[in-house]
T-cell receptor, first 114, second 114 residues
Framework: GNSVTQMEGPVTLSEEAFLTINCTYT??????LFWYVQYPGEGLQLLLK?????DKGSNKGFEATYRKETTSFHLEKGSVQVSDSAVYFC?????????????FGKGTKLSVIP | DAGITQSPRHKVTETGTPVTLRCHQT?????MYWYRQDPGHGLRLIHY???????DKGEVSDGYSVSRSKTEDFLLTLESATSSQTSVYFC?????????????FGPGTRLTVL
C-alpha cells in the first residue's frame, strides 16, 4: 500500500519564524494528499489538501504543494504564532486512488515560543 | 464542525474486563473508522465500516471487534482488555461531503487499562 514519511519532531520555533515540515510519500498513481492538525486534547482536523500534481493547498497561512517529481508535500508557513503549537500529520489514501482509508505519518509536534 | 461524538471520553478499567466505545455521527456519512493513537506510532487504523453491517479490519485489529447496526453508530469492543490497549481512540467519518478521502474526527476517548 501507499506510505508516507514525515520529519520527526519535536520542532521548536520562536514566534514569527518560518516553518517547514517535510513529508514524502510512496504511492500508486496520484492520490490526494492531506495535512491534518491536532491541537492539545483534541481530535485531528483537516488543515489542507491537494488533489492532483502541482496543486497547492492552503489554509490559515499554511501551504503545501503536491510535487510528483520529488514525491513530496511539505508543509510551510511564513510566520508561525503561538497558537500554531500542535501536532501535524501528513496523510494519503492507503492504496490506490479509489481507497478511502488513510495512512498517516507519525506526526510532527510543533511548539512555538513567544 | 462535523457532528461526531464519542463516549465515554475517559475510561479506566481493569485487565480482562470487556469495554465498548461508542461513536455517534449526525452527518449521515457512509464510512466510519476507528483509530488508536500512541506515542511513536501516530494513528493506526483498527477497523472501518463502509455501510450498515459492513465492516473490515485495519492494521491493528487483533483484540478488537466492531459493529454497525445503523448508519449513525459505530461501536468498538475490547472483549477482554489488556494493558497494551491503553491508548487514545479516535473515531472518524467520511463520505457525502467533500471527497470520500476527507475524514472528520471525533474528540477521542482516553482508555486506561490497569
Amino acid at each position: 500500500g501507499n506510505s508516507v514519511t514525515q520529519m520527526e519532531g519535536p520542532v521548536t520555533l520562536s514566534e514569527e519564524a518560518f516553518l517547514t515540515i517535510n513529508c514524502t510519500y510512496t504511492a500508486t498513481g496520484y492520490p490526494s494528499l492531506f495535512w491534518y492538525v491536532q491541537y492539545p486534547g483534541e481530535g485531528l482536523q483537516l488543515l489542507l489538501k491537494a488533489t492532483k500534481a502541482d496543486d497547492k493547498g492552503s489554509n490559515k497561512g499554511f501551504e503545501a504543494t503536491y510535487r510528483k517529481e520529488t514525491t513530496s508535500f511539505h508543509l510551510e508557513k511564513g510566520s508561525v504564532q503561538v497558537s500554531d503549537s500542535a501536532v501535524y500529520f501528513c496523510a494519503l489514501p492507503y492504496s490506490g486512488a479509489g481507497s478511502y482509508q488513510l495512512t498517516f505519518g507519525k506526526g510532527t509536534k510543533l511548539s512555538v515560543i513567544p | 464542525d462535523a457532528g461526531i461524538t464519542q463516549s465515554p471520553r475517559h475510561k479506566v478499567t481493569e485487565t480482562g474486563t470487556p469495554v465498548t466505545l461508542r461513536c455517534h455521527q449526525t452527518e449521515n456519512h457512509r464510512y466510519m473508522y476507528w483509530y488508536r493513537q500512541d506515542p511513536g506510532h501516530g494513528l493506526r487504523l483498527i477497523h472501518y465500516s463502509y455501510g450498515v453491517k459492513d465492516t473490515d479490519k485495519g492494521e491493528v485489529s487483533d483484540g478488537y471487534s466492531v459493529s454497525r447496526s445503523k448508519t449513525e453508530d459505530f461501536l468498538l469492543t475490547l472483549e477482554s482488555a489488556t494493558s497494551s490497549q491503553t491508548s487514545v481512540y479516535f473515531c472518524a467519518i467520511s463520505g457525502d461531503r467533500g471527497s470520500y478521502n476527507e475524514q472528520f474526527f471525533g474528540p477521542g476517548t482516553r482508555l486506561t487499562v490497569l
